[in-house]
């Protein structure tokens, strides 16, 4: 599997709809499924869920597994580890970025509510390693950009464990200019 896809314009309008974006998460994080059992998993026919499915597998984010299934039973599986957002090059922009920025951070709101609300239920080692910290740092926009790289550079490098205690550990990056700060003057 590929580490990562950048989307073209017309890949962020396919990841703009939220249940697809969560079909992609859960096709990474655990694994390749059918329309079937995504269908159960997100509360959706499965007409809707292979539409949905259709549109990921077009846009390059999904392929067949064609290792599993039959004729009746299509399995699906990621084609990626990662999306990797680049969306201020390449003439995207936009209420397409728009869009799509909107959905990621509705589902990553959403799934840090859900983190929040399972934690007094973790063992104890789970519950002191995560964090809910955030900064402010005056940078200039070469800063930021070395911030930003220098900290996915650190979670891409960081190895997957096989150990019977690990488990998967999210790490979201939000990194952004605190709003009401600067105007567009152009």
Known sequence: ??????????????????????????LRTEGPATATTLARRLDLNTGATSYH????AQHGFIEE????GNARDRWW???HEATRTDVHSGGIGGEDVEAYLATVA???ADRLRAAVAELPFLPEEWRS???????????????????????????EETPSCDDEDAA??????NAFLRPGQQRDER
């Open 65 to 68: 597994d064609a290792e599993r």
């Open 129 to 155: 390693v995560g964090t809910l910290s955030d900064w402010e740092v005056r940078l200039t926009p070469a800063q930021a950009d070395a911030l930003v790289r220098e900290l996915a550079r650190i979670v």
């Open 168 to 173: 998967p550990f999210a790490v979201n990056i």
């Open 106 to 108: 509705q589902l990553y």
């Open 77 to 79: 599986r990621a084609s």
């Open 1 to 26: 599997m590929a580490s990562s896809i950048t989307p073209d314009v017309a890949g962020l309008r396919a990841l703009s709809h939220p249940v697809r974006l969560r079909m992609l998460g859960l």
């Open 53 to 56: 499915l259709r549109q990921l």
